[in-house]
C-alpha cells in the first residue's frame, strides 16, 4: 500500500479539498480528484522530505503562544502604519541577520514565522553563509529586528528542532 500511496492522509486530504473547492462529488470530480492526490503523493515522495525531531514540545509550545502575539501585535502596527500618515525615520527596507541555526525544519518553520508576520517578509537565505535577508516595513533600528529573530525565534527553534 506505501507503494501506490506514499502518504495516504496527504492523498486523502488533497482529495477532500478538491471536491469542497469543485463543489461537487459526481464520479469525474471524485476519479480527477483520486488522480491528482495520488500524482501529488508520488512527488511527495520522490521529494523525501526529513522527518522532524521535535525535541522540546514545551519550547514549541512558547514558541507558538509567542508568534500568536507577535501576529496580533504586527497586525495592529502595519494597520497604524496605513491609516495614519508617515512619521518621518519610518522606512521600509532590507537587512541581513545572521542565524546559527542550521536545522531544514526550523529554517522552514521560521520562514513561516517571519512570512506570516505582517510587515516582514523572508526574502533569500545564504545557507553557505548562515545569513538571512529580511524585508521590513518598518525598519527603524537592525539591532532591535536581529535581537527579535534571534533572541525570539532563533533560540527556541534550536532548542526545539537541534
Known sequence: MSGI???PLL???LLVLWLLLNQSVSAGHVILGSVIAVLASWVMAAL???????????AALRLAGMVLVDILRSNIAVGLIIVSPREPGVNAGFMTIPLDLRSRNGLA???IIITSTPGTTWVNYDAAKGTLLLHVLDLIDETVWVRTIKGRYERLLMEIFE
Open 5 to 7: 500511496l506514499p502518504y
Open 11 to 13: 492523498s486523502l486530504a
Open 48 to 58: 523525501r522530505p526529513e522527518k522532524p525531531r521535535i525535541r522540546s514540545p514545551g
Open 109 to 111: 518553520v521560521l520562514a
